[in-house]
Nanobody
């Protein structure tokens, strides 16, 4: 399995931006499609986005489409989540995850085999 560590979370006002990073180590990074999920208190873990192993294809949840952008740098074993126009409802712990599935077959937590520990994002109104 690949080991994942997220960073970049914090407190931001509504309308602001944050960029999360996910650093991968262990097994070769590039064959994995990478996803971002989030979990708010008392709620289930929610799909945010997924990016193909090449970085050429992405898919977003409707709730973040047009505001969030996922990207990856396979040479550096990094995945990014750029979050703009943040809303209070975006407040959650954000997790990155890796899957050996094709990106278009990976949208629920059970599809992903490796997870980071999460980073807190809090958006104040």
């Amino acid at each position: 399995q690949v080991q994942l560590v997220e960073s970049g979370g914090g407190l931001v006002q509504a309308g602001g931006s944050l960029r999360l990073s996910c650093a991968a180590s262990g097994r070769t990074f590039s064959p994995y499609a990478m996803g971002w999920f989030r979990q708010a208190p008392g709620k289930e873990r929610e799909f945010v986005t997924v990016i193909s192993w090449s970085g050429g294809s992405t898919y977003y949840a409707d709730s973040v489409k047009g505001r969030f952008t996922v990207s990856r740098d396979n040479a550096k074993n990094l995945v990014y989540l750029q979050m703009n126009s943040l809303k209070p409802e975006d407040t959650a712990v954000y997790y990155c995850a890796a899957t050996t599935r094709a990106y278009y077959r990976a949208s629920i937590p059970a599809d992903f085999g490796s997870w980071g520990q999460g980073t807190q994002v809090t958006v104040s109104s």
